[in-house]
């Protein structure tokens, strides 16, 4: 056998010195930018807006929830947060970036409870709390921890002006469903009037006035360009037309 030889110096890690021809060309003095054209630049500012959106919609509905906001306050910032959202996911483009909610939320790891539910209604809780009674079990009703809080705002009085237009807001809905006029970009914002304008006549509950929030959620779900179906306009139309009269009758 050969003795092993005595090494003559302690074993050095292999060192590489990369080749000139592959060392790398960046400045690492240069701005590292995340968007290589405009177009790219405002996508992601767009992004960056519905994530503060939905981030600032749920510290809002916290703050109705704990009573620490105003209703007239809290109602006011959420109508502004809830169309900025929207405006924000009409341009095509955001929105396919966008995907849905639950995606958005899920990429960028948000617990977002409250803001998910005021989302998916697309109403302040203040616009339907009054509503809530005659919805099905399981609806939403309005975020505060229990119905004993009292309402702190003063019901509009109920003058003709106000009587005419929450009618004319009826009627509108109904010739837009005549008229073949589905979308929801045309009928949500006629919703939105109605429950709104039949607030400041009065803070009563009538029959099937929960009818209307059903479907301004139903619609709330749906793209803009999306259309209700013959059958769901049939039903709008008579669910409507049942809400009205109920309207009709608690004036009389």
Same mark, same amino acid.
């Given at each position: 056998?050969?003795?092993?030889?005595?090494?003559?110096?302690?074993?050095?890690?292999?060192?590489?010195?990369?080749?000139?021809?592959?060392?790398?060309?960046?400045?690492? =003095?240069? *701005? &590292?930018?995340? #968007?290589?054209?405009?177009?790219?630049?405002? %996508?992601?500012?767009?992004?960056? @807006?519905?994530?503060?959106?939905?981030?600032?919609?749920?510290?809002?509905?916290?703050?109705?929830?704990?009573?620490?906001?105003?209703?007239?306050?809290?109602?006011?910032?959420?109508?502004?947060?809830?169309?900025?959202?929207?405006?924000?996911?009409?341009?095509?483009?955001?929105?396919?970036?966008?995907?849905?909610?639950?995606?958005?939320?899920?990429?960028? =790891?948000? *617990? &977002?409870?409250? #803001?998910?539910?005021?989302?998916?209604?697309? %109403?302040?809780?203040?616009?339907? @709390?009054?509503?809530?009674?005659?919805?099905?079990?399981?609806?939403?009703?309005?975020?505060?921890?229990?119905?004993?809080?009292?309402?702190?705002?003063?019901?509009?009085?109920?003058?003709?002006?106000?009587?005419?237009?929450?009618?004319?807001?009826?009627?509108?809905?109904?010739?837009?469903?005549?008229?073949?006029?589905?979308?929801?970009?045309?009928?949500?914002?006629?919703? &939105?009037?109605?429950?709104?304008?039949?607030?400041?006549?009065?803070?009563?509950?009538?029959?099937?006035?929960?009818?209307?929030?059903?479907?301004?959620?139903?619609?709330?779900?749906?793209?803009?360009?999306?259309?209700?179906?013959?059958?769901?306009?049939?039903?709008?139309?008579?669910?409507?037309?049942?809400?009205?009269?109920?309207?009709?009758?608690?004036?009389?």
């Amino acid at each position: 056998m050969y003795a092993q030889q005595q090494l003559a110096y302690a074993p050095t890690p292999y060192i590489y010195t990369p080749s000139s021809n592959l060392t790398a060309t960046i400045n690492l =003095d240069e *701005e &590292v930018r995340l #968007a290589d054209n405009t177009a790219e630049r405002d %996508l992601y500012e767009s992004l960056a @807006e519905i994530y503060s959106i939905i981030v600032t919609l749920d510290a809002l509905e916290k703050a109705y929830l704990r009573d620490s906001i105003k209703e007239t306050e809290y109602t006011e910032t959420c109508e502004r947060l809830l169309r900025q959202y929207k405006n924000s996911l009409a341009d095509e483009t955001v929105a396919s970036a966008f995907g849905d909610l639950e995606a958005f939320k899920a990429e960028w =790891d948000l *617990e &977002v409870p409250r #803001a998910t539910e005021r989302l998916r209604i697309g %109403l302040p809780a203040t616009t339907i @709390e009054h509503t809530h009674a005659h919805l099905p079990p399981g609806t939403p009703g309005p975020s505060r921890a229990s119905s004993q809080y009292p309402t702190t705002s003063t019901p509009a009085p109920s003058g003709a002006h106000a009587i005419v237009s929450a009618s004319e807001n009826f009627i509108t809905l109904f010739d837009a469903i005549r008229m073949n006029m589905l979308s929801k970009d045309t009928l949500h914002p006629i919703l &939105v009037e109605i429950i709104q304008s039949v607030n400041k006549v009065t803070d009563r509950d009538f029959e099937n006035k929960g009818k209307i929030v059903q479907w301004l959620i139903t619609l709330n779900q749906m793209r803009a360009a999306e259309e209700l179906s013959a059958e769901q306009a049939r039903e709008v139309n008579f669910d409507l037309n049942a809400a009205y009269d109920g309207f009709k009758g608690v004036l009389e």
